[in-house]
């Protein structure tokens, strides 16, 4: 929907995470409210809350207009698209960046948990921590950086804010294995606007530019599919770090993993630029480069256009020329016929 300007694709993402903090917030003190009294949480207002707020969503999807590309995708489009040496170097660092997010969506609390118990075994604000945790992901990291992601993406390109991306996680998790006493995990974490709150506006970004005609949803699809698929994968890897390694090893184990990859990501991208040189626009890593990129996508749409505009015009001259002569058929009279 956002057509050329897809790299602002952050300024609405970043609703999204105010939606998810502002939620977590209320539905935490309706939780603790109704069940005051209780010997258990009763979660009943959080699932009243996610069914309200599911049915205001698809209101407000069912009232969205998209517009429908009159391009058909074709299979082997997409298949010449994704197969680039470029192309597939970013679904790979999707998948790691997914695996990486994988490890701390699942297992960051705990860790967050086990600190504090290990610096004090009463630690007395606990639930608090781990609410502001969210809270500076949610607001000091991730809607500054969804903010500002288009101007980065368009400023240094695709391939180096996934790089930017890539080392902000392993600065983040290896200070989460140092860490000591819990509360420097807030300031931590506003590292997670430049690891996860630069990368998953590129990864959108950058599906956009490089889908050929009529497939930008189908693209999209399939980058977050690579992205979501590694989540799952860092949940299965994290789990066995975590029960074979501990909490810290594993959160250092994954991070010493980033920084190495962001090393390979750079030298690869770098020797793909030198020996494919063919597709250098579509990998899209400075501001001109971005800017051709969107010239020649805006190109072959022209050109697509183009051609079902003259493959329609040659269609409808065919029909008048037939209509024609059926009617010059049927003026003529019976004996000019004979």
């Known amino acids: 929907m956002l057509g050329s300007a897809h790299h602002e694709y952050g300024q609405q993402r970043l609703w999204g995470t105010v939606g998810w903090g502002l939620s977590a917030i209320v539905s935490g003190a309706l939780v603790d409210w109704y069940s005051k009294g209780l010997l258990q949480k009763d979660y009943w207002p959080a699932h009243v809350l996610t069914v309200v707020f599911l049915m205001a969503d698809l209101v407000v999807v069912a009232r969205l207009k998209f517009s429908i590309p009159d391009k058909r995708m074709t299979p082997s ?111 931590a974490d506003i590292l997670h606007g430049i690891s996860f709150g630069i990368s998953y506006p590129c990864l959108t970004s950058y599906a956009s530019v490089i889908s050929p005609p009529g497939a930008a949803a189908t693209t999209q ?31 250092l184990t994954v991070g010493v993993f980033s920084g190495v990859y962001a090393l390979v990501f750079i030298a690869t991208h770098i020797l793909l630029k030198r020996l494919c040189p063919a597709n250098a626009t579509r990998d899209v890593d400075s501001e001109s480069a971005y800017e051709e990129g969107i010239r020649e996508k805006s190109v072959e749409e022209e050109e697509v256009t183009s051609k079902e505009g003259e493959d329609k015009e040659e269609a409808d001259k065919v029909e008048i020329e037939e209509v024609g002569l059926v009617e010059r058929k049927s003026h003529v009279s019976p004996s000019e016929s004979s």
């Open 77 to 187: 489009a997409v298949h010449r698209a994704l197969w680039q040496p470029h192309v597939v170097l970013i679904l790979i660092t999707l998948v790691v960046i997914g695996t990486t997010c994988g490890v701390l969506w699942t297992f960051q609390f705990l860790l967050v948990e086990d600190v504090a118990l290990q610096w004090d075994p009463d630690f007395p604000h606990l639930k608090l921590l781990l609410g502001l945790v969210l809270g500076v992901q949610c607001f000091l990291a991730e809607v500054p950086f969804f903010f500002l992601a288009g101007r980065i993406i368009k400023r240094i390109g695709h391939a180096n804010a996934f790089l930017i991306s890539l080392v902000g996680f392993a600065v983040r998790l290896n200070l989460y294995s140092v860490i000591s006493n819990p509360w420097w995990f807030l300031p």
């Open 221 to 251: 699809a399939i980058f977050g599919a690579a992205f979501f698929g590694g989540t799952g994968l860092g949940g299965l890897v994290g789990g066995r770090l975590f029960q074979e390694l501990g909490g810290r090893k594993a959160f």
